[in-house]
């Protein structure tokens, strides 16, 4: 209950001011807030699950975490996630053919120090963004990206060595 207040509390503050104040209100809700760390507003923390946003990042508005209490996120020291990106820990097994959501999983999600998440990227459970990489606009993030690379697409991919 308290993320949801807190949810509200950061959506009505400017956008991209406070940053203070959001960090201690995210402290507030249970969030692992690092020194200097910047969450832009008009996002949401879903779930009562572990997130940790590492020292010196930064969140652009819009991005959504959608956190579970079986699998938590990482955000490491100095990344950058750009507008809108999601981050979702939760999916389903393929069921039976009357209901193919079956069974609900959650998997952790990493995301490596000096990461760069571009814009309206979806981070899917159990994958690892390796530290110093770029993952492109509109990716989508379904299996782990290593380690210095550019990554783009849908499904992402490795695009070049950085």
Do not use: K, Q
């Not at 009505?12 to 402290?27: E, H, K, N, Q």
């Not at 946003?53 to 652009?60: I, N």
């Amino acid at each position: 209950m308290i993320r949801h207040l807190i949810n509200l509390l950061l959506w009505v503050l400017p956008v991209s001011r406070w940053f203070g104040l959001r960090r201690a209100l995210l402290r507030l809700a249970g969030i692992g807030v690092g020194r200097n760390v910047r969450v832009c507003g008009r996002g949401w923390i879903y779930g009562r699950g572990v997130l940790d946003l590492g020292d010196d990042s930064w969140v652009s508005p819009g991005v959504v975490f959608y956190t579970h209490v079986d699998a938590g996120i990482r955000i490491g020291t100095g990344c950058d996630i750009g507008p809108e990106a999601s981050f979702v820990t939760g999916s389903h097994a393929i069921g039976e053919a009357v209901r193919r959501a079956g069974v609900g999983v959650a998997m952790p999600i990493v995301v490596g120090d000096g990461t760069w998440i571009g814009a309206r990227v979806a981070v899917l459970g159990g994958t690892v963004v390796g530290p110093g990489s770029i993952v492109g606009a509109g990716a989508l993030v379904r299996s782990d990206v290593p380690a210095g690379v550019l990554s783009a697409g849908v499904p992402a991919r490795t695009i070049r060595p950085l």
